[in-house]
Antibody, heavy 121, light 107 residues
Framework: QVQLQESGPGLVRPSETLSLTCTVS??????????WGWIRQSPGRGLEWLGS???????HYNPSLKSRLSVSVDTSASRFSLQVTSVTAADSAVYYC?????????????WGPGSLVTVSS | DIQMTQSPSSLYASVGDRVTITCRAS??????LNWYQQQPGKAPRLLIY???TLQSGVPSRFSGSESGTDFTLTISSLQPEDFATYYC?????????FGPGTKVEIK
């Protein structure tokens, strides 16, 4: 049973970089059937897909945020990461990592519990 | 981006009721429509993918269907654990987009 767990700071200062990591357990991050994605949820923006990455590094981003996003994968540590640069209060949200089935655009069949990130000075 | 709308935004229902939630896409999405259930304080849970395929472990009282760009999630007999918020998501094209959600509340 694949499980995902987000980790990272809960508070980020405005203009700084938000960094989160998702650790995959109970299954292989090298799956050829899955991408690994990031989704965030806030009261104002609802659920918003940010980006997804394959174990070989092939990545795809939400065009509306692409200039500020970076997703990377570390197969040796069975984890993948998200960076959001130049954050503002609008980036405050619960950030979820999830397994994606069906290519870079697919359905999210396993989710982490979520990590609340607040952007504030 | 493909815009997803849902109706109603909320509804009140009783245990045993049949509940129907509708999701509409702003353009053709070729049945690449998925449904999620979210309990307060929890991550979303996949219920149905590709319009009508039930995810493993999901009770058979949940079903999905489509008519053109309109998609429907039906709960045949509402159970206490089904009171939650439901979201649709299109996975036809990047960026994946979600509907705003439908909250199912106890009458």
């Amino acid at each position: 049973q694949v499980q995902l767990q987000e980790s990272g700071p809960g508070l980020v200062r405005p203009s700084e970089t938000l960094s989160l990591t998702c650790t995959v357990s109970g299954g292989s991050i090298r799956s050829t059937s899955h991408y690994w994605g990031w989704i965030r949820q806030s009261p104002g923006r609802g659920l918003e897909w940010l980006g997804s990455i394959f174990y070989n590094g092939d990545s795809h981003y939400n065009p509306s945020l692409k200039s500020r996003l970076s997703v990377s994968v570390d197969t040796s540590a069975s984890r993948f990461s998200l960076q959001v640069t130049s954050v503002t209060a609008a980036d405050s949200a619960v950030y979820y990592c999830a397994r994606v089935y069906g290519g870079n655009s697919g359905y999210f069949d396993v989710w982490g519990p979520g990590s609340l990130v607040t952007v504030s000075s | 981006d493909i815009q997803m709308t849902q109706s109603p935004s909320s509804l009140y229902a009783s245990v045993g009721d049949r509940v129907t939630i509708t999701c509409r896409a702003s353009q053709f999405i070729h049945r690449y429509l998925n449904w999620y259930q979210q309990q307060p304080g929890k991550a979303p849970r996949l219920l149905i993918y590709h319009t009508s395929t039930l995810q493993s472990g999901v009770p058979s009282r949940f079903s999905g269907s489509e008519s053109g760009t309109d998609f429907t999630l039906t709960i045949s007999s509402l159970q206490p654990e089904d009171f939650a918020t439901y979201y649709c998501q299109q996975s036809f094209s990047v960026p994946d987009t979600f509907g705003p959600g439908t909250k199912v509340e106890i009458k």
